[in-house]
């Protein structure tokens, strides 16, 4: 499956940004999407992810009432909506396509990322 991210850009703090994540050739195995940043000089980190099928979400505690996923089955994509931007979600967002195990996820394909810059 090949993952095309977009809607990254400079926004200022307290603005808001919805990064879409585009799947195409979407392989059975990949029940569940997720969304990953780094900013410079740090690890990946994640920011929630979601399932295809029930739309169930999780988060990273710390994005928990800010940052909000979603998807459209339909046209196989999904959505980060953040909101109350803070310079420290500066980043590169990526989008993942993965199959959710029990106890771990094991992601297999990864899209391009999108610069997101938020400033103070």
């Known amino acids: 499956v090949q993952l095309q991210a977009s809607g990254g850009g400079l926004v200022q703090a307290g603005g808001s940004l919805r990064l879409s994540c585009a799947a195409s050739?979407?392989?059975?195995?990949?029940?569940?999407m997720g969304w990953f940043r780094q900013a410079p000089g740090k690890e990946r980190e994640i920011v929630g992810t979601?399932?295809?099928?029930?739309?169930?979400?999780y988060y990273a505690d710390s994005l928990k009432g800010r940052f909000t996923i979603s998807r459209d089955n339909a046209k196989n994509t999904v959505y980060l909506q953040m909101n109350s931007l803070k310079p420290e979600d500066t980043a590169v967002y990526y989008c993942?396509?993965?199959?959710?195990?029990?106890?771990?996820?094991?992601?297999?394909?990864w899209g391009n990322g999108t610069q997101v810059t938020v400033s103070s």
């Open positions: 993942a396509a993965g199959t959710a195990l029990p106890g771990k996820t094991i992601w297999r394909s």
């Open positions: 050739g979407r392989a059975f195995a990949n029940n569940v």
């Open positions: 979601i399932t295809w099928s029930g739309g169930n979400t």
